[in-house]
Every structure is written in C-alpha cells, then in structure tokens.
C-alpha cells in the first residue's frame, strides 16, 4: 500500500477537491499527526476512505492535540468495499459537512465491516449532517470511547444504524466516562435494515426530534434491533 504522513504542527495539506484514500486500491494509509492539518473541499465525493470494489483495508489515523482532518463536504468510509477505518485519538478532530450524504460508514452493498473509532479525551467528529452507520452494507461500526466526542446534525435522517435492508448487523458503542454522541436530530436503530446502539460505562447519548425523534425498527422487515444502557452514569 501507499502511504502519507502530515506531521507536526504547522504542516499542512490542502486540497480543494475531492480526497481518496485507496480509490481502486487496498491498504493505503494517512496519518496526520502531532498538530498537523489536512484539508479538503468536494467535487464529486468529499473524503472517502475506500472509494469503489477492491478499496478495502485502507486507513486514515488523526492523532494527537491540534490534529486536524477538516473536510468540507461528505465523509464515507467504505464507499464500495470492506475493512476500511477511520481513527481519531489522543486529541485530534475531523469535521465534515453535508453535501450529498453527510458522514456515513458502508456506503454500497458489499461494503463490510468497516468503521470509525473515536477515543480518548478531546477526540472528535463534528459531522454537521447525516451519520449513516450502515447504508447498504453489513456489520459496520462506530465506537466512541474513553472520552470521544461524535457529533452530528440533521439534514434528512440524522442518526441511522442500518439504513436499508441490506444493511444488517452495524452497531454503535458508547462506552466510557465523558464518550459522547450528540445528535441534534432524531435516532433511528434499524431504519429498514438492522443494528445495535450500546452505552456503557458512563457513556452518553443524545437526541432530540425533527421527524421521528428516537425509534427502534422503523421500516417493515427491520427487525432484531436493540439498544442497552448499562453501567453508573451511562
């Protein structure tokens, strides 16, 4: 695989365009860290991580304070293949607006088992649309942990795990004291496929309604959602 490396504060990337990371390919890397800044616009797609079939196992890692991913338009991880990962820890941020989807993990039927994690204190997403964990693919995932921060607005969903029927078994965890996911719209656990939200350990999740509010197997055939709330302060 490729690789690219911003590093230390005062680095900066910036593109005005769209930026992919592994557009047919498997296995590239980016890593932006030590106070470092990548940026981009969006033409067509916005930042995707795995664009078409055979982009899997590729990775973008965020990390450390002053860290900085600001995309301005859609972030996908996981357009049209599997495997492929978003990672913001130790202090860094990515931002992402809405232009066509917002933020969304396993975009096209196929795109398995990919996912972000968010982890550790003033770690965060701020997704001003859409997060769509699970859109046609499976077993997609979102964790937010040990003091992440997600957040995201609502342009037409909000907040969806497993949003059509071929998208099963996608989850979210939110675990840990001061992990949180925010979302200034509704909450929807199995729109018309399936998923599991878990908040554990002091883990928080909000929402509020502009359409639905909160609902849990939303669509006819969306069936086996769950969401469990266990453990002090959670």
């Given at each position: 695989g490729n690789s690219l490396l911003v590093d230390g504060s005062g680095s900066t990337l910036t593109n005005s365009s769209d930026l992919a990371v592994g557009f047919s390919g498997s296995g590239n890397t980016v890593v932006i860290s030590n106070g470092a800044t990548m940026t981009n616009g969006q033409q067509s797609y916005g930042g995707v991580i795995g664009l078409n079939s055979g982009a899997?196992?590729?990775?973008?890692?965020?990390?450390?304070?002053?860290?900085?991913?600001?995309?301005?338009?859609?972030?996908?991880v996981g357009w049209g293949d599997s495997g492929n990962t978003l990672t913001v820890s130790n202090g860094g941020a990515v931002t992402s607006s809405q232009i066509n989807y917002g933020g969304a993990i396993g975009f096209e039927e196929g795109s398995n088992g990919n996912s972000i994690a968010v982890t550790g204190t003033g770690s965060s997403w701020?997704?001003?649309?859409?997060?769509?964990?699970?859109?046609?693919?499976?077993?997609?995932?979102?964790?937010?942990?040990?003091?992440?921060?997600?957040?995201?607005?609502?342009?037409?969903?909000?907040?969806?795990?497993?949003?059509?029927?071929?998208?099963?078994?996608?989850?979210?965890?939110?675990?840990?004291?001061?992990?949180?996911?925010?979302?200034?719209?509704?909450?929807?656990?199995?729109?018309?496929?399936?998923?599991?939200?878990?908040?554990?350990?002091?883990?928080?999740?909000?929402?509020?309604?502009?359409?639905?509010?909160?609902?849990?197997?939303?669509?006819?055939?969306?069936n086996g959602n769950s969401i469990a709330v266990t453990g002090t302060g959670s």
């Open positions: 899997s196992n590729n990775s973008v890692l965020v990390t450390g304070t002053g860290s900085a991913w600001n995309n301005g338009g859609d972030l996908l701020t997704n001003s649309g859409d997060l769509l964990v699970g859109v046609n693919g499976s077993g997609n995932s979102m964790t937010i942990s040990a003091g992440g921060n997600v957040s995201n607005g609502q342009v037409d969903y909000g907040g969806v795990i497993g949003f059509n029927a071929s998208s099963t078994n996608n989850s979210v965890l939110v675990t840990g004291s001061g992990s949180v996911w925010n979302l200034s719209g509704g909450l929807a656990i199995g729109n018309n496929g399936g998923g599991t939200l878990t908040v554990a350990n002091g883990g928080v999740v909000t929402s509020s309604q502009i359409n639905y509010g909160g609902a849990i197997g939303f669509e006819e055939g969306s």
